[in-house]
């Protein structure tokens, strides 16, 4: 019998992932946020709903636009794309990550524009008016978060600001007829009229803050959400009288989407159960009538917005085994559409499909886990194991990844918990580490290892952690306080000794902000301030135990790292060696990636060959780099 090649690991880079989308107008076609197959890097797209390739409208190099002798050489992520009157607005972080400024390019992509151009301040969110005579977009200054308003029909035009006063703003929508301007402030959703200037909250009653805000086709109505009850839900506000009706109250995150364009209906997805894996659904926006579920299986769904004409819903859907892409499904019900194709040359058939498990952590909480066995899976065999450790406050869900599917390709078992503090299964589930980072998802960490004991076809004796962010923080803390459970670990980007991040991120902030996140805020999930508890800041940071590692470690960070300062990781290095132990560290420096170490294919398959060849040698499982048949 034979068997067919298995995937290389330019097979996996093949694959992109439609980020985002927003159909046209006119019904034509849609513009997309895809990552481009040269360099591996987010560029917009233009497609026929019909199908066919996709036009990309981005990534040509512009002289002069230039601002640095790199620009013609570097390719920049795009993301936050609008569309109104001919041109496709979006977001670029052209020098550092996160530092977004603001461009447009006409549907043809042969006129780009640049609308704002500071380097070091975050420029973001645009929306721009239905007519196209004016940019909203809030910015992230050392007064905080304010939206500005800019005139794009007046040449050399400066922006001014929405509402001069000391709030805080961000996020602002336009209302379909022009009127009004919906913005956040105080974590709930304000309006401010253009004529007047007059500003209100949306919803004056005693109910809960409303954030997410989408008018309605009529300007009369808006789609919100608020999570009063631990979980997103979704509600109508009358936008005259501030009547709000609840479309949905159940124990499970819910997301909007859009209006029908008869204004009776609204998009929505609603969570499963369990939390890891998601649908899309319609319902009246009268609060009347059953939920109409449009898609089945397990899969995480995105953006269900209506097609111009309302005769069908498009929205994202990925799988553990599929990247996401674009669909399409009539809003009765029926069988799905696929309309963009981003696979590559990987056939999802051929890939592992996650499997759903759980553990009871010391309290018996239940631990939702996801669990991977390789392609061919032979249940008599021993496989190695790898324990995926998220950010914070990340989550696993039904979602691929490249990397994770190339090293299980290899011949892995990889397992990726979901402890407290993960986002998505609900604000208790969060929250139950409020005060203790380090403390008790170390504790719902470990309990993995139960979980894995119990798998006849692991090799207990053989397993790593592969962990970036939250999850680089994570594996630091294993290796100090368990550093003979695990064989290897993979981490990127990790925080290493929480006093000093703070410190780098108050010196930094130009760098280690994002559009919502102050850079200096204190580090409230462990209870208060550096100042206020020095003790407990010192005790969870890793750096201060170094000399317990005996584990070996493939350490991989960016100099682009917009989120944690790439200080957290030469720190760590430069103690290891200070203590003998710089045998145990192969520290990577990417100098022009950022903190998911995503942005550019060149990164990821550096990434790659490394992680496979470390793992081969030290999970002793030499065939895990060798070449060979599926």
């Known amino acids: 019998m034979t068997t067919e090649p298995s995937y290389s690991l330019s097979d996996f880079l093949s694959a992109a992932h439609v980020k985002e989308f927003v159909p046209l107008s006119d019904g034509s076609g849609l513009v997309f946020v895809r990552d481009s197959l040269e360099t591996g890097t987010a560029e917009v797209f233009r497609a026929d709903v019909s199908g066919g390739d996709p036009v990309r409208l981005t990534g040509v190099f512009h002289p002069e636009l230039q601002t640095s002798p790199l620009a013609q050489h570097r390719a920049e992520p795009k993301a936050q794309i609008a569309v109104t009157d001919g041109r496709v607005y979006f977001t670029s972080s052209r020098y550092y990550q996160a530092i977004d400024n603001i461009f447009s390019v006409s549907l043809d992509g042969g006129d780009l524009r640049q609308h704002t151009f500071h380097d070091a301040m975050i420029e973001t969110s ?14 992230r200054t050392g007064r905080g978060t304010k939206v500005s308003l800019l005139d794009l029909r007046t040449p050399a035009a ?16 336009w209302s379909p007829d022009g009127r009004w301007i919906a913005f956040e402030r105080r974590g709930d959703t304000w309006l401010h009229e253009i004529a007047t200037g007059v500003e209100r909250r949306l919803v004056v009653d005693a109910w809960s803050k409303v954030t997410s805000p989408v008018f309605s086709p009529d300007s009369g109505r ?8 631990g979980f997103s839900q979704l509600a109508v506000v009358d936008l005259a009288t501030g009547e709000l009706t609840g479309l949905t ?39 009347t009538g059953d939920l109409v579920t449009l898609t089945s299986g397990t899969a995480m769904r995105g953006s269900p917005q209506f097609s111009p004409d309302g005769a069908s819903v498009y929205y994202l859907e990925g799988a553990s085994n599929r990247v ?20 590559g040359s990987l056939d ?4 592992p499909v996650a499997e759903e498990a759980w553990y009871p952590a010391e309290d018996s909480l239940p631990i939702r ?15 190695p194991v790898v324990v995926a450790l998220h950010g914070h406050p990340g989550c696993w869900t039904h979602t691929m990844n490249a990397l994770w599917q190339w090293v299980i390709s290899r011949g892995v078992v990889l397992v990726a918990p979901n402890p407290r503090g993960t986002k998505g299964l609900g604000a208790a589930f969060h929250d139950l580490h409020d005060g203790d980072w380090g403390g008790v998802e170390f504790s719902d960490v470990m309990g993995v290892l139960g979980l894995i004991a119990e798998l006849p076809y692991v090799d207990f004796h053989r397993k790593a952690t592969w962990g970036g962010s939250g999850g680089g923080y994570m594996s630091f803390l294993i290796a100090t306080r368990a550093p003979q459970v695990f064989d290897a670990q993979v981490i990127r980007a990790p925080v290493s000794a929480w006093k000093w991040i703070a410190m780098d991120r108050f010196t930094g902030q130009a760098r280690y902000a994002t559009a919502t996140r102050d850079p200096q805020r204190a580090r409230e999930e462990m209870g208060g301030s550096y100042t206020e508890i020095p003790d407990r800041y010192e005790e969870r940071s890793p750096l201060n135990f170094v000399e317990h590692v005996t584990v070996p470690q493939l350490l991989l960070s960016a100099r682009r790292d917009g989120s944690v ?8 290095v430069a103690r290891m060696k200070e203590l003998g132990k710089g045998d145990l560290v192969d520290y990577v420096e990417y100098p022009d990636d950022d903190h998911s170490l995503l942005r550019y294919r060149s990164t990821m398959r550096d990434q790659g060959e490394r992680i496979v060849k470390f793992l081969a040698e030290h999970l002793d499982a030499p065939q895990i780099a060798e070449e060979k048949v599926s």
């Open 126 to 139: 645009p929306a721009p008016s239905p007519d196209g005579s004016t940019l909203a977009y809030f910015t």
């Open 158 to 173: 400066w922006p001014r600001l929405l509402s001069p006063g000391s709030d805080n703003e961000r996020f602002p929508v």
């Open 222 to 229: 808006v789609l919100v959400s608020a999570s009063d009850s």
């Open 249 to 287: 109250r159940l124990p499970r995150q819910h997301s909007g989407g859009s209006w029908s364009p008869d204004g009776q209906s609204i998009t929505l997805t609603f969570a499963d159960g369990v939390g890891l894996s998601n649908q899309v659904g319609v319902l009246r926006a009268d609060g």
């Open 324 to 343: 996401h892409d674009i669909w399409a499904v009539s809003p009765n019900g029926g069988e799905p559409r696929q309309i963009t194709f981003s696979m």
């Open 348 to 351: 999802a058939d051929r890939l």
């Open 369 to 383: 886990t996801l669990v991977f066995k390789p392609a061919n899976f032979d249940p008599a065999r021993k496989y």
């Open 565 to 572: 300062p790439l200080n957290e990781s030469r720190r760590w």
